[in-house]
Nanobody
Framework: QVQLVESGGGLVQPGGSLRLSCAAS????????MGWYRQAPGKQRELVAA???????NYADSVKGRFTISRDNAANTVYLQMNSLKPEDTAVYYC?????????WGQGTQVTVSS
């Protein structure tokens, strides 16, 4: 069965950095598109960044230039490097795996940006 396990969240000051990781198992990782979504309290879940099986990337306008998504197919892991963090980046961050009509979600990891 497919499992996605996020890690790397936490409390960071504005301007700081965090790197999120999502370890996948039970799937042929390399053929899946992977994404990071986030959901802040009272708001809808939104796409933050995505990377295709061919390593093409796209980002939400709000994070362009600050966040970088990458993947290591040998390690079955997708990463989200987050720099210059802002209080409005505070949310639960979710890993997503997508292939045709199949989609899987991790349990989420909390990121809090506060002084």
């Amino acid at each position: 069965q497919v499992q996605l396990v996020e890690s790397g969240g936490g409390l960071v000051q504005p301007g700081g950095s965090l790197r999120l990781s999502c370890a996948a198992s039970g799937m042929i990782f390399s053929i899946y598109a992977m994404g990071w979504y986030r959901q802040a309290p009272g708001k809808q879940r939104e796409l933050v960044a995505a990377i295709t099986s061919g390593a093409n990337t796209n980002y939400a306008d709000s994070v362009k230039g600050r966040f970088t998504i990458s993947r290591d197919n040998a390690a079955n892991t997708v990463y989200l490097q987050m720099n210059s963090l802002k209080p409005e980046d505070t949310a639960v961050y979710y890993c997503n795996a997508h292939l045709l009509h199949s989609a899987y979600w991790g349990q989420g990891t909390q990121v809090t940006v506060s002084s």
